[in-house]
């Protein structure tokens, strides 16, 4: 059983910093991509990709985030990060912690966090 659990989440001005945190646990781990999602207010059953990461160290960022969200991670602890500076309202949403895990040599599995609440407040 792989869980995710999130952490960093919280309310913070226009113009503000947060880091938001997420760890993979289960028993031998073989994670490919890992990265985080947002789902704003209203937008239900809907999640936007924010940014991932591969194994490898590949980014990929929505074009709203870049070059204010960076997304890196931690292979030997399972962990991916989020610093996300020069937040703005549009910000705010619920983030959920992403992983796609590599469950055998042929069967790929995608795992959720339960989310965290970021709030920017103009």
């Known amino acids: 059983q792989v869980q995710l659990g999130e952490s960093g989440g919280g309310l913070v001005q226009t113009g503000g910093s947060l880091t938001l945190s997420c760890v993979a646990s289960?028993?031998?781990?073989?994670?490919?991509?890992m990265g985080w999602f947002r789902q704003a207010p209203g937008q239900q059953q809907q999640r936007d990709l924010v940014?991932?990461?591969?194994?490898?160290?590949?980014?990929n960022y929505a074009d709203s985030v870049k070059g204010r969200f960076s997304v890196s991670r931690d292979n030997a602890k399972n962990t991916v990060f989020l610093q996300m500076n020069e937040l703005e309202p549009e910000d705010t949403a619920v983030y959920y912690c992403?992983?796609?895990?590599?469950?055998?040599?042929?069967?790929?599995?995608?795992?959720w966090g339960q989310g965290t609440q970021v709030t920017v407040s103009s």
């Open positions: 940014a991932t990461i591969s194994s490898g160290g590949t980014t």
């Open positions: 289960g028993s031998g781990l073989s994670i490919n991509v």
């Open positions: 992403y992983a796609d895990v590599q469950r055998t040599p042929t069967v790929r599995w995608n795992y």
